[in-house]
């Protein structure tokens, strides 16, 4: 296993780490509305939207990383990681402009829509990684087929 598909394993646990936080901040911030300042989860409120910063952007650096910018193509693979590249700028424009309306409510509806595509994409790949079927490596920059 090259260099590269030891940090893109890492990676996909990063991107799944992702998930349960993304969805904690959509709770926190839309059902629980714990974003009152003057509420007493507002610091775990604080906390979580500050993980779901962290970690896609972690998550996107180590991705531009080892995928750079692959060729374009119509495949799911290279869906994948052009929609994972739009999640990871919607994520900063969105969160950059909160009370800017309408942009921001507009930017975070494709935010989480560029979220919910990107996770059944990275499914659909584990799913066929798991059965030993298709993998990601191919996209690595300079990383070839185990």
């Known amino acids: 296993m090259s260099n590269k598909q030891s940090i893109a394993k890492i990676n996909r646990l990063i991107g799944w780490l992702c998930v349960p936080i993304t969805l904690a901040a959509f709770v926190t911030r839309y059902v629980l509305y714990w974003n009152d300042k003057a509420g007493p989860n507002y610091g775990t409120y604080v906390l979580i939207q500050t993980l779901v910063g962290i970690f896609p952007l972690i998550h996107g650096l180590i991705s531009i990383y080892v995928f750079g910018v692959p060729r374009s193509s119509n495949s799911a693979k290279v869906r994948h990681v052009y929609i994972g590249y739009a999640v990871l700028l919607l994520i900063l424009i969105s969160q950059s402009i909160p009370g800017l309306e309408p942009f921001y409510s507009i930017l975070t509806i494709g935010m ?10 990275g ?24």
């Open 123 to 146: 499914i659909k790949h584990a799913m066929a990684r798991n059965s030993g079927g298709d993998s990601m490596a191919e996209l690595h920059r300079g990383a070839t087929r185990a």
């Open 112 to 121: 989480y829509l560029a979220i919910v595509y990107h996770t059944i994409l």
